[in-house]
């Protein structure tokens, strides 16, 4: 497998934003008599913004991920996430996430099967042996459905935090078509799809079967992934949780089609897509589990074949809420909750130091320090948030900052010493519970 050498870009630390500072001041009061957790939210609430953001002279944004040199689609909107808030009256923070939001829809543009893109059309790839329609621009190109629909939530969201139009340009129009006319090619996967992938000399995840097509799926109106938000390519390629990302990214689509460029046209068709995906998740996605009831699959393949467990990136089960599907008290989804974090998901570990869930994408034993803060961030009770924080604190090596996966007995042995997300998704937990006055 011809793996690209990794190599560094450089990285100019930004100046934060007032905005940010504040929080940061507001947390050495708040944190005062958890001098651990303050350290750790001070390292990890601005490093995306001091290690992996770089403001371009065309007036985009680039972030990458951590420790590798390229922008994730998903990754880059939730390394900058939690600063969104903080947006209205920061004009510094408003040029980063307007900048981003801009450069996720050249992106879009360029190839929206794409997950990883690089900074210039430099013909960085991870793998150049790969096959597919490759560009120069592109670092990976993966198919995962989840990664457009974190481009629409940032856009939504900056949009509702600050009440500004400047990124609803023309391109953002046409990007907006782009999505829709992907996304129904993508229900009809075998028919219609030019998308095809194959990499050669690497495990079985890496690559799709059948000459790069994947495996069969019957039509069910949701749409086909190749890929699972872990980069890993799916068992069955209906993933129920990125499907349900797409019907919240739908709503906010029919958000901007309506109140922003007017086009009732087009609200009607986004409406009639939205539709056919909810019927699907409802018809195929739910599944009758002899312990826990009714519950979500994370994937299936619309011939009756499923697969039960969960993993812990996002989007996955225990962030269906997250992400503003259903609510938290949502029966189908407690029930599936139970069972995520259960010995009947493969996928989730107890051992000495942490209990939660890990990846196929990680060793066996190694939990997450994202599905941690996920579990935290989508918990009833304010027992949880403060279990999962104290988790937290205590795992992190003592590093200074989240990882990838870390052993379930000793915490010493992780993967990934640099990732924002992680660091980001923690922050987000912490400055939560700030709010909330439970610390």
Same mark, same amino acid.
Request: aromatic share 12%; proline share 5%.
């Given at each position: ?5 990794l190599p560094q870009i450089p990285i100019p630390k930004l100046k934060l934003p007032l905005a940010v500072q504040q929080v940061l001041d507001e947390a050495e009061v708040k ?16 490093? %995306?913004?001091?290690? %992996? ?6 007036? %985009?944004?680039?972030? #990458? ?12 909107? $939730?390394? /900058? ?16 996430? !307007? ?8 992106? #879009?543009?360029?190839?929206? &099967?794409?997950?990883?893109?690089? $900074? ?30 974190? !481009? ?27 999505? /829709?006319?992907? *996304?129904?090619?993508? =229900? ?25 097509? +994947?495996?069969? /799926? ?5 749409? *086909?992934? +190749? ?24 709503? =906010? ?23 056919? #995906? ?15 009831? =009714?519950?979500?699959?994370? $994937? ?5 074949? &499923? ?5 812990? +990136? ?14 938290? !008290?949502?029966?189908?989804? =407690? ?12 996928? &989730? ?26 579990? +935290? ?15 937290? $604190?205590?795992?992190?090596?003592? %590093? ?40």
């Amino acid at each position: 497998m011809e793996k690209f050498k990794l190599p560094q870009i450089p990285i100019p630390k930004l100046k934060l934003p007032l905005a940010v500072q504040q929080v940061l001041d507001e947390a050495e009061v708040k944190l005062a008599n958890r001098p651990k957790l303050l350290a750790l939210f001070k390292n990890c609430f601005p490093n %995306t913004l001091e290690t %992996t953001t770089k403001l371009l002279d065309d007036g %985009t944004t680039f972030v #990458i991920t951590g420790d590798i040199p390229a922008m994730w689609l998903r990754d880059s909107v $939730e390394q /900058v996430i939690q600063y969104v808030p903080l947006a209205k009256h920061d004009p510094d923070l408003q040029r980063i996430l !307007s900048g981003l939001i801009k450069r996720h829809i050249a992106c #879009i543009h360029i190839d929206p &099967y794409a997950n990883a893109f690089n $900074e210039s059309d430099n013909d960085w790839h991870w793998n150049k042996a790969d096959r597919t329609d490759m560009s120069a621009w592109v670092w990976e190109r993966k198919f995962e459905l989840d990664s457009i629909c974190f !481009s629409i939530r940032l856009a939504h969201a900056y949009w509702k935090a600050t009440g500004l139009t400047d990124i609803f340009d023309s391109s953002f129009k046409s990007a907006m078509r782009k999505i /829709v006319d992907l *996304w129904k090619s993508e =229900q009809q996967h075998a028919e219609q799809s030019p998308y095809r992938f194959i990499r050669q000399g690497c495990p079985p995840t890496d690559t799709l079967r059948k000459q790069g097509l +994947g495996m069969p /799926v019957n039509y069910t109106g949701m749409i *086909w992934s +190749g890929f699972r938000p872990s980069d890993d390519a799916c068992d069955f390629h209906y993933n129920i949780p990125a499907n349900m990302f797409a019907v919240v990214a739908l709503r =906010q689509l029919e958000e901007f089609a309506e109140w922003v460029f007017r086009d009732t046209d087009f609200l009607t068709e986004l409406k009639e897509l939205e539709a056919d #995906i909810e019927h699907g998740i409802q018809l195929y996605g739910i599944y009758r589990h002899p312990e826990f009831g =009714q519950i979500y699959a994370y $994937e299936t393949d619309g011939f009756g074949n &499923y697969c039960l467990m969960d993993d812990a +990136g996002t989007p996955g089960l225990i962030s269906i809420p997250y992400l503003g599907y259903v609510s938290a !008290s949502d029966p189908i989804y =407690q029930n599936t909750r139970r069972f995520a974090l259960s010995k009947e998901n493969p996928f &989730y570990y107890e051992g000495k130091a942490a209990k939660g869930l890990g990846s196929p994408h990680t060793p066996e034993q190694h939990v997450w320090h994202m599905a941690l803060a996920m579990q +935290g961030l989508t918990a009833t009770t304010a027992d949880e948030k403060l279990a999962m924080l104290a988790m937290l $604190e205590a795992t992190d090596a003592d %590093t200074g900052f989240m990882h990838e996966g870390f052993h379930a007995d000793d915490p010493t042995i992780f993967s990934r010493k640099w990732f924002a997300w992680s660091n980001s998704l923690f922050a987000q937990l912490v400055k939560q519970a700030m709010e909330e006055d439970i610390l």
